[in-house]
């Protein structure tokens, strides 16, 4: 989507800030720029619904400050070397850089199947190992860090700011590596988290000056934020279980190198539950995205992921994906009944006006959305409020009998269709092939999720229309009621009978 002027709105664009705990105007360091980095992947496994949950939120906000006309760089990194790549290497008998390559690949294969938008800039831990060891330095230079048998630590001791941004107490924190280290008591307080680690028999390592090794988790992004947006830039994003340590260090390292290093507002996104419980690799209670889009349209998880607020945690559940599979196909069925009427009509031209209570509820509708999305990005009220115009194009498709001579209808049709079409795209929800193509991927996952064939479900509307002019009512019923407990619905038309996926209904 090209950028554009800014939309003129009485209302600004406000975000939550999880550094002052509150909503804030946003406004960027540099008019008509924004500068956001998004921590990256640790490529050692497909990515999950997790991950799926704060990409599609980050690419929300990519979107809709695109919408609003700023030049946006984006940067969100690959962690390409850590414990856990390692570990599963060695596991797999396999170079810890050729695994993390393979599933970096694989992540964005998901990202682009979820139609997030690529980053500016994706840089990789590996390839910017001069920046993270100049900073590390710079950190030591300025008296916040020390050295112990070729490991670098970072002193929280020397930085009075520590825990500034998550709001914890220092003496209530462990060892700060969020689970990725072992307490070493070596250190001279427990929460000293590493900048590097020297080398272990059969790591990669890199050459620096406290000998061989390779960096901490936490330094790389301080360090690659840097290299792309420099010491100041706008937002820094992620999940909230990157609050403490991974942010909380993050901050403390970059103003350690850079006392003027300053990052505006720092964004979170919610977990996905499931059970009550956070899904999680380390817990082994997660689905991957190539998971769940074996059985539901990318775009059907894209909607369930946006119905709850970024910064909510999300309750999966198969409930919740059938009602978005059954809201999105609704949306793409209007959308081609509307493509279709219209379509020998587009290239005309029409001496009437839009009928001022068409008119009147797009300006409504559209008003709705930017007070919505500039309130800390609502999706949950805009995906709400999107049935309103879809409601209307079916209305006036009943009364459209495609003739030229309703002009008022056609031209209510292509305002409607145009205000739907701009709100899916900026929400990233508007598909890349066409609706015909789409509706039919959603068809096939609705008669996959049911466990039956095309083929079967005619043969099942044969007999239920033989039922019905046996006057059979009752097997009738149950053939329906059988089709609609597995997410089939069957509607009587003058033509014969048809069918749409459905959520599943015992009713």
């Known amino acids: 989507m090209a950028e554009k002027e800014p939309e003129t709105t009485e209302?600004?664009?406000?975000?939550?800030?999880?550094?002052?705990k509150q909503k804030e105007e946003f406004k960027p360091i540099v008019e008509g720029k924004v500068g956001m980095y998004v921590c990256g992947v640790t490529p050692y496994d497909l990515s999950h619904i997790g991950h799926a949950r704060a990409y599609v939120a980050f690419d929300v906000l990519h979107r809709f400050l695109r919408h609003l006309g700023y030049e946006v760089t984006y940067v969100r990194n690959f962690t390409d070397i850590d414990d856990k790549i390692i570990k599963r290497a060695n596991e797999a008998g396999e170079n810890p850089l050729d695994l993390s390559r393979r599933f970096s690949e694989e992540f964005l294969v998901d990202m682009a199947t979820l139609?997030?938008?690529?980053?500016?800039?994706?840089p990789r831990v590996t390839e910017h190992m001069d920046q993270i060891k100049d900073m590390i330095s710079k950190?030591?230079?300025?008296?916040h860090a020390y050295t112990i048998e070729g490991d670098v630590y970072f002193s929280v001791d020397s930085f009075p700011e520590y825990c500034r941004l998550s709001g914890r107490k220092l003496d209530d924190?462990?060892?700060g590596g969020g689970g990725r280290v072992a307490v070493d008591t070596r250190k001279k307080n427990p929460a000293d988290f590493a900048l590097w680690k020297s080398e272990k028999p059969g790591e990669l390592s890199w050459q620096s000056p406290w000998g061989r090794g390779r960096p901490g988790w936490h330094i790389e992004c301080s360090a690659m934020s840097e290299k792309y947006l420099?010491?100041?830039f706008d937002i820094h994003g992620g999940g909230k279980d990157l609050v403490f340590p991974h942010h909380e260090n993050e901050l403390a390292q970059s103003k350690a190198a850079n006392p003027e290093s300053c990052i505006n507002c720092w964004m979170h996104n919610g977990f996905v539950n499931k059970d009550n419980q956070k899904m999680s690799k380390s817990d082994n209670n997660f689905f991957t995205i190539r998971d769940i889009i074996t059985n539901y349209h990318p775009l059907a998880l894209r909607f369930f992921l946006m119905r709850t607020h970024y910064r909510a945690d999300?309750?999966?559940?198969v409930q919740a994906l059938d009602n978005a599979s059954d809201r999105v196909f609704y949306i793409y069925q209007t959308l081609q009944d509307c493509e279709v009427a219209l379509s020998p009509f587009r290239e005309g031209t029409y001496k009437v006006q839009v009928?001022?209570?068409v008119k009147e509820m797009i300006k409504k509708f559209h008003a709705s959305f930017m007070e919505s999305m500039s309130d800390d990005l609502h999706t949950t009220a805009v995906l709400d409020d999107l049935m309103e115009p879809l409601k209307t194009v079916n209305g006036t498709l009943k009364k459209f009998k495609g003739k030229k001579q309703q002009q008022a209808l056609i031209v209510a049709l292509l305002a409607l269709e145009k205000e739907v079409k701009e709100v899916l795209g900026i929400l990233g929800l508007l598909p890349t092939s066409s609706f015909a193509e789409v509706l039919k991927q959603l068809k096939d996952f609705a008669l996959k999720r049911a466990g039956i064939t095309e083929e079967d479900l005619a043969k099942k509307i044969e007999e239920r229309t033989l039922a019905r002019k046996n006057k059979q009512y009752e097997e009738s019923d149950?053939?329906?009621?059988?089709?609609?407990?597995?997410?089939?619905?069957?509607m009587d038309e003058p033509g014969g009978t048809v069918w749409r996926p459905c959520e599943p209904s015992d009713e």
Do not use: W
């Open 314 to 317: 999300v309750n999966y559940s």
């Open 11 to 20: 209302r600004k664009l406000v975000l939550f800030n999880t550094m002052t």
């Open 230 to 232: 420099g010491l100041k």
């Open 173 to 175: 924190n462990m060892a």
């Open 115 to 122: 139609q997030c938008l690529s980053p500016t800039h994706e």
């Open 478 to 490: 149950r053939i329906r009621k059988e089709l609609t407990a597995v997410g089939i619905a069957l």
């Open 139 to 143: 950190i030591m230079e300025n008296g």
């Open 355 to 357: 009928p001022d209570d």
